[in-house]
């Protein structure tokens, strides 16, 4: 089955896609276990999955990295401890929790001269053009209102021969994973998610935003609309999550 089919047949969970605008709120509000559910919910995949995207790093030294929708910080945290080739990192969230503590485990690290978060909301992001070398994503494009402004937005940021990391859950290709997969995503996950976060939204909205953004091919047709060039997909854990890759020429 193809991607756009496989779009298509979880077309029922797109009659009742919560609101993107609501988001930073939702985020605010189980930001205290956050860390603790992508662990729990993803069985420790988050963490590797976050790891890879230091493959994907453009050539050159002294990297300057834009962790965009940052959350608690854990992609510029594993960009940093993994490559000596990262030299700085910014990120911005409009989710004054999760940023709190990304924030203290930055410090916990040592990290505070290196690393730097801010409020800032990825449709505007607070940085001049061509000022990173790296623009990166994780599970929040797909949070994104107007993703297209999003995507152009990371574009914008970076300079020339630049890089944006864009890594999102994606569904499985093969249909019978899938069909299990989403067995554990629709029916599991959202109730292991209320009882560990005590909020019952949050991780029924997980699914249902998932199951309705694009992924695979189209994505990467997004990212060239928004000027990217050589968009690959890295495709991660049977297809649970992608990581895309695009280049500003
Ligand atoms: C699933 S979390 C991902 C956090 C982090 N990137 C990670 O890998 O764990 C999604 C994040 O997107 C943020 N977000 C949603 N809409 C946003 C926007 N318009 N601008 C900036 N951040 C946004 C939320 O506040 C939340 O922290």
New binding site residues.
């Given amino acids: 089955m193809t991607n756009e089919s496989a779009h298509n047949q979880t077309a029922g969970a797109r009659e009742s896609i919560p609101s993107?605008d609501d988001?930073?709120a939702m985020?605010?509000r189980i930001a205290h276990r956050?860390d603790l559910l992508?662990r729990v919910l993803s069985g420790g995949r988050?963490v590797l999955w976050?790891n890879r995207l230091v493959r994907h790093l453009p050539p050159g030294d002294d990297l300057r990295v834009l962790?965009?929708?940052?959350?608690?910080a854990?992609?510029l945290l594993s960009l940093i401890s993994q490559s000596s080739r990262v030299n700085c990192g910014s990120g911005?969230?409009?989710?004054e929790r999760?940023l709190d503590i990304g924030r203290h485990k930055i410090d916990e690290r040592g990290l505070g001269d290196r690393l730097k978060l801010k409020h800032?909301?990825?449709?505007a992001l607070p940085f001049a053009d061509e000022s990173f070398d790296v623009s990166t994503?994780?599970?929040?494009i797909r949070?994104?209102?107007q993703v297209d402004k999003?995507l152009a937005e990371m574009y914008r940021v970076l300079r020339q021969g630049g890089r944006a990391l864009i890594?999102e859950f994606s569904l499985p290709g093969n249909a019978l994973v899938r069909r299990a997969y989403l067995l554990y995503f629709r029916h599991l996950l959202p109730r292991l998610g209320a009882v560990v976060s005590g909020d019952g939204f949050a991780y029924s909205y997980l699914n249902k935003t998932v199951e309705t953004f694009p992924y695979g091919e189209q994505f990467c047709e997004l990212m060239r609309d928004a000027g990217f060039i050589n968009v690959r997909q890295d495709i991660l854990t049977l297809g649970i999550a992608t990581i895309y890759v695009g280049e500003k020429p």
Avoid: E, K, S
């Fill in positions: 993107r988001a930073p985020f605010d956050y992508n988050d976050r962790d965009v929708a940052t959350g608690t854990d992609v911005v969230d409009l989710a999760m800032g909301d990825a449709q994503i994780a599970f929040g949070n994104v209102p999003g890594l």
